[in-house]
């Protein structure tokens, strides 16, 4: 009951802030209360009301006066861009997490319930003022005993609360939406919804997020591109999280970064070989590097390193993803549109019986002129977004487990136009996927594969007349089987035999009979009345016995 009011509740809350930014023409493209637009003209507070900022504006505003649950989500769906309009993805992208701290006696409670010991015995020195606060969490600055200097990461208090019931009204709306949005069965809303869910969970666990940071540290423990700080594993927990303190240059300080002399066409071509090697060599990549995420170390302007944060959402891709990603890029940079409709039908990302000369066409349309521009010209991100504008053409699906990718690509992208506006996207990633389509579909790739899984044959060789002992015995078993199965299967079919040679026999009496009285009755004088119906009845019984004669179905053999 107390949930229920307060699903009521809020919803309350959500159509007052529709109304308030002229956004509840929205509620009356439901097919349900299409009927009953009229009633937007007659409600006294759109008499004299004006419509101030475009559609994205109100939109973001909206989002902002719900809170940071709603702006988290409208982060995510403006990394969307298959779901939304360019000037919607636009405005929500400008969407920023920054809300007040909460207060720092409340953060000491939090760390002291987690590690058990009071913050001044566990830390030398704790900055009560916060680096940073976000919607989830907020930093501060601190040093541990031994003199290293740490930041330490405190899940905000009460949140989860707060999460699950703002989950549970956007699970409601995206049923509704799912039943009478007509282009609920493309979008998706309620995995939409499902995703986001699964997102903003997986960030309230900071001891994830440490093991996040860890295996990304591991992958790049011998390359100058990517720095990750260490985690301390001894004072972190599930609500607190205390990692190694990086110094660096915000990256999208690009003033900076000039007055420091960084190389920032190296900077920018490393951000994209960062990307391509998480992605096709680890296949665990940072999925939230946004600007206020990624650090420069400056140390040496000619070979300058990344430094990152924040690990609360990352990603990985299945084996078949992967693969079709990386033959859809390939085919991209080779300007092969035939084939990269193929892999999408192929994959199933658009319905099987998809045109793939059509959707070809389609693709060239929106390719080639691009191509066509200088390089310093081409952005990646717009040709993601005409192409998804495209596909819904052809009832493309969205594809939930490419989304996080969808989004670093962008960010990646964005990030290095930022630093160097003549970046080569193209020139750049295509080592990486010549790279990868060689050793994973080449003669390389399967002497590989093979060294990878011979200790494991290898492992299991003495026990190899055991299995194909087990293997003939149940051969034998199934033949066995088998062979019961169709002696059933006979003396089932010979007492069906049986039964319709005994219903013949009986039609073929029953013929006769009829006949012979059809006989008898050419010997009864007309005056009884007895011939005429004799007729037609020796009719039926020559019918009756000619279809008892007609010749069996063959016995199939078996």
């Known amino acids: 009951m107390r949930r229920s009011f307060y699903q009521g509740l809020r919803l309350w809350t959500i159509a007052r802030v529709l109304v308030r930014y002229r956004l509840d023409v929205i509620l009356f493209t439901l097919k349900p209360l299409r009927p009953l637009s009229f009633l937007l003209y007659l409600a006294p507070w759109n008499w004299f009301r ?105 899940v905000r208090p009460g949140i989860l609360k707060t999460i699950r019931a703002d989950l549970e009204v956007m699970h409601t709306i995206a049923a509704l939406a799912d039943r009478y949005w007509s282009e609920a069965r493309r979008l998706r809303p309620r995995e939409v919804v499902d995703e986001y869910e699964k997102t903003v969970t997986d960030e309230l666990d900071l001891i994830r997020e440490g093991a996040n940071a860890a295996a990304i540290h591991r992958n790049f423990a011998d390359s100058h591109l990517l720095y990750i700080p260490e985690i301390i594993w001894d004072y972190t927990r599930q609500s607190v999280l205390v990692m190694e303190r990086i110094e660096g240059i915000p990256v999208a300080d690009v003033a900076a970064l000039r007055e420091r002399g960084v190389d920032l066409r190296l900077l920018a071509e490393r951000g994209v070989e960062i990307f391509f090697t998480q992605v096709f060599k680890h296949n665990f990549f940072h999925a939230d590097m946004h600007p206020g995420n990624i650090f420069v170390d400056a140390t040496h302007p000619d070979d300058p390193t990344y430094r990152a944060v924040d690990f609360g959402i990352v990603g990985s891709l299945l084996d078949s993803d992967q693969r079709y990603l990386a033959e859809n890029f390939y085919a ?48 990646f ?19 939930p487990q490419l989304v996080l990718l969808q989004k670093t690509l962008l960010n990646i992208e964005g990030l290095g136009r930022q630093l160097y506006p003549q970046l080569d996207l ?133």
């Open 50 to 154: 004006r419509t101030r900022g475009t559609r994205g504006e109100r939109i973001r505003r909206a989002l902002e006066d719900l809170g940071p649950i709603f702006i988290k989500f409208g982060q995510m769906l403006s990394t969307r861009r298959d779901l939304l309009p360019d000037d919607i993805a636009v405005e929500l992208a400008r969407l920023q997490d920054r809300v007040p701290p909460f207060p720092a006696d409340r953060a000491r409670a939090v760390i002291e319930a987690e590690l058990e010991r009071p913050v001044d015995i566990a830390f030398a020195e704790f900055s009560d003022t916060p680096l940073a606060s976000a919607s989830i969490a907020q930093v501060h600055e601190a040093r541990l005993q031994d003199g290293r200097e740490v930041v330490v990461k405190v």
């Open 332 to 379: 991209f940079f080779n300007r092969d549109y035939r084939r990269v409709a193929e892999l999408h039908v192929e994959s199933g990302w658009v319905p099987k019986d998809t045109r793939v000369d059509e959707f070809e066409a389609a693709i060239r349309s929106v390719c080639e002129p691009i191509f066509q521009k200088p390089l310093d010209e081409i952005s």
């Open 381 to 399: 991100g717009q040709v993601l977004m005409r192409l998804f504008q495209t596909a819904r053409r052809f009832d493309m699906e969205v594809q």
């Open 426 to 558: 193209w020139t750049t990633a295509k080592p990486f996927i010549e790279q990868w389509m060689h050793e994973r579909m080449g003669t390389r790739a399967f002497f590989r594969s093979a060294r990878e899984h011979l200790p494991r044959l290898l492992a299991h060789l003495p026990e190899l007349p055991l299995h194909v002992e087990k293997a003939l015995t149940v051969e034998e078993q199934r033949a066995e089987r088998d062979a019961a199965l169709r002696q059933q299967i006979r003396e089932l079919e010979d007492g069906l035999g049986q039964q319709d040679r005994r219903r013949r026999e009986g039609l073929a009496a029953l013929g006769l009979l009829v006949v012979a009285g059809l006989s008898l009755q050419l010997d009864v004088p007309e005056w009884l009345g007895l011939a005429w119906p004799a007729w037609p009845a020796g009719i039926l019984g020559l019918g009756l016995l000619l279809f008892s004669l007609r010749p069996l179905p063959p016995r199939p053999q078996n």
